[in-house]
């Protein structure tokens, strides 16, 4: 795991730009959307690095946005849209 010239690590970064990217729905469903993302376009081993970085005791948990570590909760109980995850991505 890197740290970005701001020094946050770049899986925090990306996590809390998603999250503000869903801050205007009810935090449930952004906690959804934040968890859906992370599951659909992310790869395996930067969603291990955010679990990783987003352990209690790894000293990050207070630089990640609230929507994020709710989203990725919901990651880790297999609570996302499994709509929207199966939806083509385009391009």
Do not use: C, Y
């Not at 469903?29 to 987003?54: C, S, Y």
């Not at 352990?55 to 880790?76: I, K, T």
């Amino acid at each position: 795991m890197s740290h970005s010239v701001g020094g946050l690590p770049p899986e925090i970064r990306m996590g809390n730009d998603i999250a503000r990217q869903f801050g205007h729905l009810e935090p449930e469903k952004a906690a959804v959307q934040v968890g859906t993302h992370i599951e659909k376009f992310w790869d395996p081993r930067m969603r291990r690095n955010l679990h990783e970085l987003l352990a209690p005791a790894s000293g990050h948990l207070d630089e990640a946005d609230p929507l994020l570590v709710a989203g990725l909760r919901r990651l880790e109980r297999d609570d996302t849209d499994d709509a929207e995850r199966r939806k083509p991505t385009g391009g």
